[in-house]
């Protein structure tokens, strides 16, 4: 069994910051690419960052130069530092992580449970 616990999510006001993290737990062979959507109501899920195994990193657009995502994995641990954020960014955030079980196979994807960032104006 996998399990993904996410945490730091929060209210903060225009131009603050916040860190999000997002745990794997459970049994496995290797995580591969992290993670980090957001999502507003009525609307689908939005890739905002990814990180790979080998460390590259990816963003979208409207987060470039404000969020920076990084990784320990030694601790099974995805990092989204938020920066500057703006009321724009209020949205839950989730972590989306690639696990392989076993040393064969294929991989499967886990969500965490989602968290709640609100910035206010």
């Known amino acids: 069994q996998v399990q993904l616990v996410e945490s730091g999510g929060g209210l903060v006001q225009a131009g603050g910051s916040l860190r999000l993290s997002c745990t794997a737990s459970?049994?496995?062979?290797?995580?591969?690419?992290m993670r980090w959507y957001h999502q507003t109501p009525g609307q689908q899920r939005k890739l905002v960052a990814t990180i790979t195994s080998g460390g590259s990193t990816n963003y979208a657009d409207s987060v470039k130069g404000r969020f920076t995502i990084s990784r320990d994995n030694a601790k099974n641990t995805v990092y989204l530092q938020m920066n500057s954020l703006k009321p724009a960014d209020t949205a839950v955030y989730y972590c989306?992580?690639?696990?392989?079980?076993?040393?064969?196979?294929?991989?499967?994807?886990?969500w965490g449970q989602g968290t709640q960032v609100t910035v206010s104006s």
């Open positions: 459970g049994n496995f062979f290797r995580i591969n690419a």
């Open positions: 989306n992580v690639e696990i392989r079980r076993y040393s064969w196979g294929d991989e499967s994807t886990y």
